[in-house]
């Protein structure tokens, strides 16, 4: 199939794609089920390290899990759980608020008893990183530290357009197979349901990753997600919320000053913290060369994890 962008750009395209998942070693990956609320069946990735530790990653809207499995294999040797949120991918049912915070808590305390774990950290990114924080407020909460990325302050504000670069990307994959040489990507990437085809996905990229009607799925998650300012006085301790610099997704930089002074006002109150990484943007999965991969790489994502922990015990 031809391609359908200039040379330049599918160069610098299919170099992110690269960098993304080459040079990772699959066969560590265990691809799983995993059962959230109502038995629902989620789709599961676990890099099983020797550690004591674990981490779940939660991606947010429209993130696969295979996108992010530079980022998971960056927290090696700790024993890491990357899942598919309900109703993207192959993951079963459909996104819904309530259920997803549920779905948070469910697989927490599953992938803890499991495995034994003394410590569980959760991750979650924009949509996901609300369900996290919202989760917390049960008090058989299993995570001992949640971190937010890119937790929008209010969903209306935050998914009123896709970054052409993210749309651009997908569209380049779809028309340049030949490039992925590992079959299984080419399989559930591309040739499932969970994304349509190019001319589809450039109209609406929420319609192909989240497997459901056009307009209906954002309008209800809008409705049913609250304000992040309406709950964080309730959230759980130790918790840590982070924003990147560059990330034109939140809002405008007028709208995103305002919120995010209420926001850190309302944290350090509650005791917990709020932080800006300059060069992260809102989807770091597309963004391998940015400084939170590269601080995951060299752990210092970890380090501020553990020091975090200390000062709250």
């Known amino acids: 199939m031809r391609c359908i962008m200039p040379t330049t750009e599918n160069d610098y395209y299919r170099r992110i794609y690269l960098r993304l998942n080459t040079r990772i070693p699959l066969q560590m ?26 981490i779940v990653i939660i991606p947010g809207l429209t993130v696969p899990r295979e996108s992010c499995f530079r980022l998971l294999h960056s927290f090696a040797p700790y024993k890491t759980l990357l899942y598919d949120i309900r109703g993207q991918s192959h993951s079963e049912g459909e996104v819904d608020f309530e259920k997803c915070v549920t779905d948070v808590n469910t697989i927490g305390r599953w992938f803890k008893n499991k495995y034994k774990l003394k410590r569980l ?32 302050f209010d969903m209306s504000r935050a ?40 001319n589809e996905f450039a109209k609406n990229p929420y319609v192909g990753a989240l497997k459901l009607n056009r307009h209906s799925v954002m309008s209800r998650i809008i409705t049913l997600t609250p304000k992040l300012e309406d709950f964080i006085s309730g959230i759980a301790l130790p918790s840590c919320l982070v924003y990147g610099g560059n990330d034109k997704r939140i809002g405008n930089e007028e709208y995103f000053k ?23 943007s809102h989807r770091f999965n597309l963004e391998p060369e940015k400084e939170f991969v590269l601080s995951c790489n060299n752990n210092e994502i ?11 015990n």
């Open 258 to 280: 305002k919120q995010y002074a209420i926001i850190n006002d309302a944290a350090l109150k509650r005791g917990f913290g709020v932080c800006i990484m300059p060069g992260l």
């Open 159 to 198: 998914t009123s357009g896709v970054p052409k670069r993210f749309t651009k990307l997908f569209i380049y994959l779809y028309n340049t197979t030949r490039w992925l040489t590992y079959k299984p990507y080419r399989d559930e990437i591309f040739q499932r349901r969970h994304l349509y085809r190019p």
């Open 121 to 152: 950290i959760g991750i979650g990114h924009s949509f996901s990183g609300i369900c996290l924080l919202k989760a917390s407020m049960d008090r058989q909460h299993p995570y001992d530290l949640r971190i937010a990325l890119a937790a929008p």
């Open 29 to 54: 990956t265990l691809n799983m089920d995993v059962k959230g609320a109502g038995e629902t069946v989620l789709k599961a990735s676990l890099l099983d390290g020797p550690s004591s530790t674990g």
């Open 302 to 312: 970890i380090r501020k994890i553990e020091d975090i922990i200390k000062a709250q």
